[in-house]
């Protein structure tokens, strides 16, 4: 309930202020794994993570936040001072960053609309009009798929701690995954997981090093 959950967060927000951040963080993770998926309860995970230098972690909560409110100041930040010490790789930038997937698509579709209603004139600066502004619907389309794929897809997890990337499970590594780095998720080996960090680049990680978004 609205009440309790209120009541809940400000007694979180005072014990994150002070010197009870452990109790604060685990008091934050029941109210999310009660049901309460608000941006501020994924926000404030995320303070506490990245005030512990839990990079990863702060990662995790930070784009979970995006993807409940893309527009939220205090995820702008994070995202910002994340990606300054690395921990952003991956995960959405820029626009992508602050608009979903579905609003870019549909910002496309007004766009595309708009284009042919201009198109179906008979003046020649309408029409002119309408393909510039056909273009603008396509560079829309393209973001919000690239927002999908990049950022908003099923599969998509987050390297929590710095971890080697082996060729098969507990096998040699020749490449190092940093905290805070999106991964694909393409399916479980026992105590291993195996992750595609790029076109090239894919492997295994054991299972407590990622955690999907």
């Known amino acids: 309930r609205d009440e309790e959950l209120a009541a809940r967060l400000a007694q979180a927000a005072r014990a994150l202020s002070g010197t009870q951040k452990a109790a604060a963080g685990r008091a934050l993770l029941d109210l999310w ?8 309860v994924a926000v404030d995970l995320a303070i506490a993570a990245y005030y512990d230098r839990r990079l990863g972690e702060a990662a995790l909560w ?4 995006r993807r409940l409110d893309p527009r939220h100041p205090i995820v702008a930040e994070l995202a910002k ?17 602050r608009t979903t997937g579905g609003e870019l ?3 496309a579709c007004v766009l595309a609309t708009l284009a042919l209603l201009l198109a179906g004139l008979r003046l020649r600066p309408a029409r002119i009009a309408g393909a510039a502004v056909f273009a603008l ?3 829309f389309a393209g973001l919000a798929a690239q927002s999908g794929a990049a950022g908003e897809a099923p599969g998509r ?3 929590l701690g710095d971890t080697p990337l082996s060729d098969t499970p507990g ?13 694909w998720l393409e399916g479980a080996a026992g105590d291993w997981m195996r992750v595609r960090a ?4 894919s492997g295994y990680v054991p299972k407590g090093k990622v955690r999907a978004i």
């Open 33 to 40: 794994n009660a049901g309460a998926r608000r941006p501020g």
């Open 62 to 65: 930070t784009e979970r936040a």
């Open 81 to 97: 001072a994340l990606a300054q010490e690395g921990a952003w790789e991956g995960l959405p930038t820029g626009l992508r960053a």
């Open 105 to 107: 698509a549909f910002a």
């Open 137 to 139: 619907a396509l560079a």
């Open 157 to 159: 997890a987050v390297v």
């Open 171 to 183: 096998g040699a590594s020749n490449v190092d995954l940093e905290a805070g780095r999106a991964v």
């Open 198 to 201: 790029g076109s090239q680049v």
